[in-house]
Structures are given as structure tokens and as C-alpha cells.
């Protein structure tokens, strides 16, 4: 990185060379195609423009109205002129130089269970028994079992009568089990319009897991959301957060993706730091047509010491298999190991979810 001598006060370093910087990175990373070009189309603008005229708009905010540049790439400028390095670079920098193939097969070797699973109990498609003869078959020590809560009502959420017939047909499986193996109770429960879950406190407190997701009202404003999301993330019971901003997917034929549904907007630092002092872990979700959190937000967790569940979200059962698409965000982010809560032994996952919390 540069050390061009500064437009004011002899700190600033070159945005121009920051941005193209982000760019290789970015193009080593194998990310999409426009956002290279993006930080390319900046870093010219940038070395194209007084260095004077880009102080002063730094100083009035209004880099983003110069041609070529946009919000992030404003941000890049400003923090580069301000004497630091951008906290863009500084995210990419920081997994540069991971051999990625070798990073994705250690992490996914390293996975010994699955935390969100669906049977045909809510919108899962088989039964549970062989959800969890699939899992066994892919060498899985443990399965949560996440099936909806009542109010999901599309995807037949399971009522608390209903959760506990199920809790007893999961005990009568284990019974066949051998020491391998074990199928885990859970729930993934929908997080209600004021961040309260929807299953009683005493049934929740009963199951192994608890996956706390947002369903409904995804494009509410962020002075709705991030209040929501926080008292869901400060509720005793909740252990992982699921696909935190309910993006949906569509893929194209060259294998790129657009989103149908859009992120919804939340205050991303501080519900991940909620989540990093309250010991609960962001999911990264391993769904083609989900692969939330974006990676970006992904970034974000891992600075914020977020712990994470790469989660399958299987409605059939050999959707199970989809763990090594989450691996792939997950070492590209450079997400550590130990922080995944399912490469954890059953026996650490079950202390994590039964902790204490203050
Ligand atoms: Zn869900
Ligand atoms: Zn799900």
C-alpha cells in the first residue's frame, strides 16, 4: 500500500491505490465480476480528481456524487484520505493468502453435525426417521430437528401439542440408535413482530437447540428490525440466529446470483455484537437459495468474535449434503474453525446450548 504524501496534514494515504487494491482482491477472490469493476471504475475517478476537490468533498460528504464512485467506495475514499486503511481492505487482507481449497475441505471435514433440519412434520418433505438415516450416512454424529413454530402457519408450525409428540417420537428413535449418533431436539422458531419466540418459555427450555429466525415482516424499516432481532438474540433460549437478513436467491445459468428477495436491513454491528457477548451463534446458512449471511455481513460477524452454525436448512434429505456450500463463505470470510459450533463434540454443544446467561 502506498504511502503518497498526504493532500492536508501528511497522513493521508492514496485512495486510488486503496481501491485498486480492493479490486485484485477482490478478482483473486473469485467475486462477482461487477463489484471488481466497480472499485476500478472508482480508483480512475479517484486518480482522476484533484486531490484538493476530493478533501473537500470528503470533508462535505458528498464523494458519492462524483461519477464512478458510490456509497461503499465514498466510504473507501474518505477513510483513505483520513490516513486509514479501508475497513473494506482491511476484511479482504485479512483472509488473503488462505490457500481457499485446503481452508474449505478442513473446515468441512471438520463438521460433526448439522443444527437446522426440517421433516414432514412442518414443510419438510420426509419423515424424520430418514432425515436422520441420511445424516448417519454422511457420517454425522449429531442432527438438530427444526422444525416451524405454530405461527408459521404455510409451513405447518408445529403447535406446542404437536412439538410434544414430537419430542417423544425423537426419544423413541434415539432408542435405536448406536453411540454414533444421536438425533437432538429443536425448534426453529420464528422470531414475532416485538423479538419475543413463538413457543412457550417452557418448551423451549426443554429442547437441545434453538434456531431463532425472522419470517414475516422482512422489509421493515431498520428502526423496526434491529430492535426485533436484538430481544430475539437476547431471549435465554435462543442459541443460533437463523439466515439473519431472509435474502432469497436466484441462480442464473453461469452459476452467478440475484437476489428475488433483498436483505433486510438491520443495524448488522450491533446485532452481531449482541450476539458476541451473548454466546449465540450466527448461522451461516448453506442453502443455494439463501447463503446468508451475505458476505459482507459474514466479515462483519467474524471481527464482532461471533461464534457460527453452518447449517444445511434441509427439506429433503439429501439436502443435508449442502454443509460444503456454507464452508465455501465460511473460509473465504476466514471464519476460525473453533468458532463453528458444529465441529464442536456433542457433548460441548450441549453444555454451549444449556449455558448459563446472565
Ligand atoms: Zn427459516
Ligand atoms: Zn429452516
Same mark, same amino acid.
Given at each position: 500500500m502506498s504511502d503518497t504524501?498526504?493532500?492536508?496534514?501528511?497522513?493521508?494515504?492514496?485512495p486510488a491505490a486503496d481501491l485498486l487494491a480492493i479490486a485484485v482482491e477482490l478478482e483473486r477472490a473469485g467475486e462477482a465480476a461487477y463489484r471488481v469493476r466497480a472499485f476500478r471504475r472508482a480508483a480512475q475517478t479517484a486518480a482522476a480528481t484533484d486531490p484538493a476537490d476530493l478533501a473537500d468533498r470528503a470533508a462535505q460528504g458528498?464523494?458519492?456524487?462524483?461519477?464512478?464512485?458510490g456509497e461503499v467506495t465514498a466510504r473507501c475514499v474518505a477513510e483513505s484520505l483520513a490516513g486509514e486503511e479501508p475497513v473494506y481492505l482491511r476484511r479482504l487482507l485479512a483472509t488473503a493468502g488462505t490457500p481457499l481449497d485446503e481452508a474449505v475441505e478442513a473446515l468441512h471435514r471438520a463438521l460433526?453435525?448439522?443444527c437446522h433440519s426440517h421433516s414432514?412434520?412442518?414443510?419438510?418433505?420426509?419423515p424424520i426417521s430418514a432425515m436422520a438415516d441420511a445424516a448417519r450416512a454422511l457420517g454425522r454424529e449429531y442432527l438438530v430437528l427444526t422444525d416451524h413454530s405454530p405461527r408459521l402457519t404455510v409451513a405447518r408450525g408445529l403447535t406446542a401439542e404437536r412439538l410434544e409428540q414430537q419430542l417423544a417420537e425423537v426419544e423413541r428413535l434415539n #432408542?435405536?440408535?448406536?453411540?454414533?449418533f444421536r438425533l437432538l431436539s429443536g425448534i426453529e422458531v420464528d422470531i414475532l413482530d416485538d423479538g419475543s419466540?413463538?413457543?412457550t418459555g417452557e418448551l423451549l427450555g426443554r429442547l437441545d437447540v434453538v434456531v431463532a429466525s425472522v419470517h414475516s415482516?422482512?422489509? #421493515?424499516?431498520t428502526e423496526v428490525m434491529t430492535p426485533r432481532m436484538l430481544a430475539a438474540v437476547a431471549?435465554?433460549?435462543?442459541?443460533i440466529l437463523g439466515h439473519c437478513t431472509g435474502r432469497v436467491l436466484r441462480r442464473e445459468g453461469g452459476g452467478s446470483a440475484t437476489e428475488t428477495r433483498p436483505e433486510s436491513t438491520f443495524d448488522a454491528e450491533a446485532v452481531f455484537a449482541a450476539c458476541a457477548d451473548r454466546g449465540v451463534a450466527v448461522e451461516i446458512n448453506s442453502r443455494p437459495d439463501r447463503l446468508d449471511p451475505p458476505k459482507r455481513l459474514l466479515r462483519l460477524a467474524v471481527e464482532a468474535g461471533c461464534l457460527f452454525a453452518i447449517d444445511s436448512? #434441509?427439506?429433503?434429505?439429501?439436502?443435508?449434503?449442502?454443509?460444503r456450500f456454507g464452508c465455501e463463505r465460511a473460509a473465504r470470510c476466514g471464519?476460525?474453525?473453533?468458532?463453528?459450533?458444529?465441529?464442536?463434540?456433542l457433548d460441548r454443544l450441549l453444555a454451549w446450548t444449556n449455558r448459563e446467561r446472565g
Open positions: 504524501p498526504g493532500y492536508n496534514s501528511g497522513v493521508s494515504r492514496d458528498t464523494l458519492a456524487k462524483l461519477p464512478g464512485l460433526r453435525g448439522d414432514d412434520w412442518s414443510d419438510g418433505s420426509e #432408542a435405536g440408535y448406536g453411540d454414533g419466540l413463538d413457543q415482516k422482512l422489509r #421493515a424499516p431471549d435465554p433460549h435462543t442459541d436448512d #434441509a427439506h429433503y434429505s439429501v439436502q443435508l449434503d449442502w454443509l471464519v476460525p474453525v473453533d468458532r463453528v459450533v458444529n465441529t464442536w463434540p
